[in-house]
């Protein structure tokens, strides 16, 4: 019997980098010319086939979709060399194609990865989730606060006013009752298109972007790669699947969840040592988008390690060949 390969989490970290700015060079050419599926397929076939000289046994465990559903990045796909640790991979070859489509701001290609068996293996449904940066006592706010309970609480946390609190939502009808209650607080609300994922981010760095907390219902894949950043940066997070129908409680299940009304908080999305890496596509407030200069494409990386809580912001600039 073969002995385990350690999850070397620093030397890995670097081929992350890669992964993710080859994803976000490949999508370059799609910014602002209308074709989401072109994007986002541009995307997956650079990640994957990036992902794929890595020396590690990896799993896919958050993609694009079930194997019926993706033919490339699917939940269960093996990818890297098969020579190294083996990996859990949770990705978004493109976080925010109709960001990309339209040129507009804050789309990310994602990835993070850690030991097997560390990342949730979330059911493509929706998440309730709820986000602060860090700095703040455990447990500071709630799902089981009232949203304006949670704007006071941080706020008291604070030593502020509840009017100078700044909450992140995702602009959807469905969250129309959320964005009534916060405004009643006083509270200032950034309201965001698409990108769940760099809203959750911005509030690990409130003194840059302004946010203080994420609010909202979103993809519960998404949940698991917004977490795995605030477990690198410092910030707190929880998160409840929400379920529509019987087939998503089905979903759920034959991901091995048992415990539909489960509240799970930032470690119990990511159980372990986790590495993230999201290179900017449009220009956005983590990380600048590609810029096409003559001769070369320039990109800027942001890369995180929870093990010792360093990020590194990367500027790469690229011969267009």
């Known amino acids: ?34 074709d989401e599926k072109a994007a986002d397929q541009a995307a997956v076939n650079a990640m994957r086939e990036q992902l794929n000289m890595l020396d590690i046994k990896g799993v896919v465990v958050i993609g694009e979709g079930e ?80 949203p304006s309970e949670r704007v006071k609480a941080l706020a008291d946390a604070r030593g502020c006013a509840m009017t100078d609190i700044t909450v992140c939502v995702l602009e959807r009808p469905r969250h129309e009752d959320l964005i009534d209650e916060l405004r009643q607080t006083g509270a200032a609300i950034r309201l965001i298109t698409d990108g769940d994922v760099a809203g959750v981010i911005h509030c690990a760095e409130a003194e840059i972007t302004g946010i203080d907390m994420y609010m909202g219902s979103g993809g519960a894949p998404e949940g698991v790669l917004a977490a795995s950043a605030l477990k690198c940066m410092g910030g707190q997070m929880w998160g409840r699947l929400l379920f529509r129908n019987d087939d998503e409680r ?72």
């Open 67 to 146: 194997r019926d559903e993706a033919p490339m990045l699917f939940i269960g796909e093996e990818v890297g060399t098969g020579n190294g640790p083996e990996v859990d991979i949770a990705l978004d070859p493109l976080e925010g194609t109709t960001l990309t489509a339209k040129d507009m701001p804050n789309a990310l290609t994602v990835i993070a990865m850690a030991p097997r068996g560390t990342l949730l293996h979330a059911p493509d449904v929706y998440m309730d989730k709820l986000a602060v940066g860090p700095g703040y006592p455990k447990d500071v706010v709630s799902l089981d606060m009232t």
């Open 250 to 321: 089905g979903r759920a299940r034959k991901a091995g969840i048992t415990d539909l009304d489960r509240i799970y908080a930032r470690d119990d999305l990511v159980t372990s040592d986790v590495i993230f890496a999201a290179t900017g596509v449009t220009d956005g407030s983590i990380v600048a988008g590609i810029k096409r200069e003559p001769g070369h494409l320039t990109t800027e990386t942001i890369l995180m390690r929870s093990k010792t809580g360093s990020v590194r912001r990367m500027i790469y600039r690229n011969p267009i060949k």
């Open 1 to 34: 019997m073969s002995t385990p390969i350690d999850f070397n989490d620093r030397m890995l970290s670097l081929g992350l980098a890669r992964v993710s700015e080859a994803a976000a060079h490949a999508s370059a050419l799609w910014i602002g010319r209308g």
